[in-house]
């Protein structure tokens, strides 16, 4: 009897795997949902792992535009710039194609707001499918031929603190997902550009006033930064475009709207041989490239093309994500990125959870109103919003639970608790 | 030159300029390009006014006339439609606040700042040139935020950082942290007559008075270089003396 009966729940077990089976089977790509992602590609690791968690296991993807140096992420595709992603949601089964293009958080609210016409270029469905082995590559992104509304945004700052076009209509679905850091950074040199401009080793800590001066005037004498005299090779800021939130988290911790103009420069040329562009408002727009062209040696050596001279140096606003895998010991490949101080708090979890170091961003993820909670966006929403604790990678991001201080609002020094 | 020969001045001008052909305006804030930008508004007021009057160079800086800045197409308006656009947006041309500022920042041997201030009271204090540039381009860029053409009517209670009052007008601004204010205030009770700023220029670290900007209580606005009193007065003289000499020769010969 005892056997019957574990012989029919055996065989209703199976038969529920077959029909799931067969249920996972069935998703095709034209009949899947389609679920649209944009916004901050500083906390696009997070947010990659919050889809996956938020899918049935099994589900493939094709990841492209990844990091070569992943750690310490888990997996390369938590920095890809696009991916596809072909699965079943957790929460109800159903079949979804999530598609991400991570485009910067201003980029993200813009897509919110104007949820009802503003189109993004996606990978078309002919990149990876269901039951196609997944793809990782660093390779450019193929076949951006779907472009299409979005339903869910990141952002590194609250809808306020947006650009003024992207402020309203307010967004009604948006969580708080954690605590992204960001830090600054000095730009590589090889030891022999360090022999051209020895004073590039005395850089080692910026204050709030020095960058507000640097970045809004024609650079400052490195002088300025470490106080040994005659120092006159000038220091740049090389940073993002407006469209990033990691732009707008650097202008709020100098005390400046997210709107101010400021002046900073593109930093070109090659590894060797970097340029640097005239100064405007202009910027990267990733963290990835900024950081890239930040790893170009060469600027010890090389003309200074904006206030004369020869040699010059590179400070840039990155996110920690984006930092972290070009400084020692995660990047080998050559000179690194240097970390610097700010206001004398080198950055770290515990300094950001006491409030003791200030440049940091709440991140959201926005649901957009033309998507309701009910819609398949919806309830991805929802599970990425739940999943967001426990996604973060330890010392790329800090779960809000973790938190002992609070900006609020985001303009707002960090208050401890 | 005092505030009575500098409204004589314009009063002047503005008879002989009445015919003055329609310049370009502006279409839209582009920064660093010397763009000098008109804020106005009230204490009272939520929202402020800007128009970018086109670069210093087409709003007369260097010239040699004084310059209708209505006529001329820098304001895009008439005097009638400015004063009538102030009006409505603040209740009439009295107890305002004015200024002009604009500029340039390539580097440090390449830049320019420019600023008003009340008529007479000297040369303001201009500090860091990138500093003070950024907050006029700032509020370029609310103007093509917020604007059309070459104007726009910007929300300063709103938190968008880029209106005339969060970047230029307050003393919170970030102008007047690093330089004197450029607000010029009308007269409690401006129903006739002029309000006169003087416009200074800090040209890769020289500070010279560029001339003078006048708003009248019609919405007339004019800009007057400081290279014109002189010249002017002494031609002025010169063309009274002969045009006495003529007349008694005139009256000889009756």
């Known amino acids: ?417 | 030159m005092t505030t009575i020969t500098k409204i004589a001045a314009v009063a002047a001008a503005a008879g002989a300029l009445a015919n003055q052909a329609s310049g370009q305006f502006v279409s839209g804030f582009t920064a660093n390009q010397d763009q000098l930008l008109l804020g106005i508004t009230s204490p009272s007021s939520t929202t402020d006014l800007v128009i970018d009057l086109g670069t210093a160079t087409q709003a007369g800086v260097g010239g040699g006339t004084t310059l209708d800045l209505n006529l001329n197409g820098n304001t895009g308006l008439t005097a009638a439609g400015l004063q009538s656009e102030i009006t409505s947006l603040f209740g009439g041309m009295s107890g305002l606040e004015f200024g002009v500022v604009g500029g340039h920042n390539v580097n440090v041997n390449n830049n320019a700042i420019y600023s008003t201030v009340p008529d007479g009271s000297g040369a303001p204090v201009l500090g860091a040139v990138g500093t003070l540039n950024s907050a006029a381009n700032t509020v370029g860029q609310g103007l093509n935020d917020f604007g059309t053409g070459n104007q726009a009517q910007i929300p300063n209670n709103q938190g968008y950082g880029e209106s005339w009052g969060e970047e230029v007008g307050s003393p919170t601004s970030l102008w007047q942290k690093n330089g004197t204010s450029p607000m010029v205030g009308t007269p409690a009770s401006f129903t006739s007559g002029y309000a006169v700023a003087d416009l200074y220029g800090k040209v890769n670290g020289t500070t010279v008075e560029e001339g003078t900007v006048t708003l009248g209580s019609d919405g007339s606005l004019f800009f007057t270089p400081s290279v014109v009193p002189e010249p002017d007065a002494f031609t002025l003289a010169g063309l009274g003396a002969a045009a006495l000499l003529i007349r008694r020769r005139g009256a000889t010969r009756l």
């Open chain 1, 1 to 417: 009897m005892t056997m019957k009966v574990n012989k029919i729940a055996l065989a209703t077990a199976l038969g529920l795997g077959s029909i799931a089976a067969s249920h996972a089977q069935s998703c095709t790509t034209a009949t899947a949902t389609h679920i649209y992602i944009t916004g901050s590609t500083a906390f696009r690791g997070a947010a990659v792992a919050a889809i996956e968690a938020s899918l049935k296991p099994g589900f493939a993807y094709a990841a492209y535009k990844e990091s070569a140096s992943f750690a310490p992420y888990a997996n390369a595709r938590q920095t890809a710039g696009y991916a596809n992603y072909y699965g079943q949601l957790a929460a109800d089964g159903t079949c979804v194609v999530i598609k991400t293009a991570w485009s910067g958080s201003e980029a993200g609210y813009q897509d919110m707001v104007k949820c009802t016409s503003q189109k993004e270029s996606f990978m078309d469905d002919t990149i990876g499918g269901f039951g196609v082995t997944s793809i990782d590559s660093t390779a450019s992104n193929p076949n951006a031929n779907d472009s299409h509304l979005v339903d869910i945004a990141m952002a590194d700052n609250s809808q306020p603190f947006a650009k003024p076009a992207s402020r309203t209509p307010v967004i009604n679905n948006i969580c708080r997902a954690g605590v992204i850091p960001f830090v600054w950074v000095k730009n590589s040199q090889s030891v022999a550009d360090i022999a051209n401009l020895p004073g590039w080793t005395n850089l080692v800590n910026v204050t709030d006033a020095q960058l507000r001066v640097t970045i809004l005037n024609s650079g400052s004498k490195l002088s300025t930064f470490t106080g040994i005299p005659g120092q006159n090779n000038y220091v740049y800021v090389a940073g993002r475009d407006n469209n990033s939130g990691t732009r707008n988290n650097a202008l709020l911790q100098l005390g400046f709207p997210t709107t101010q103009v400021i002046n900073q420069t593109i930093i070109g040329g090659a590894n060797g041989a970097p340029t640097l562009g005239a100064l405007g408002n202009g910027g990267q727009s990733s963290g990835g490239t900024l950081g890239n062209t930040m790893l170009y040696t060469g600027s010890g050596s090389a003309a200074d093309t904006i206030n004369g001279g020869t040699g010059w140096i590179a400070i840039a606003y990155m996110g920690k994500p984006d930092a972290i895998t070009r400084e020692l010991p995660l990047y080998t490949a050559g000179p690194a990125l240097n970390e610097l101080t700010l206001d004398g708090v080198a950055e770290s979890v515990t300094a950001i959870e006491q409030g003791q170091y200030s440049y940091w961003g709440q991140e959201y993820c926005a649901l957009a109103n033309c998507d309701t909670l009910t819609s398949e966006a919806g309830v991805l929403w929802t599970s990425m919003c739940t999943a967001f604790p426990t996604a973060i990678t330890p010392g790329l991001e800090i779960p809000m639970s973790a938190m002992q201080a609070t900006k609020t609002p985001d303009s707002a020094d960090p208050v401890h608790n």
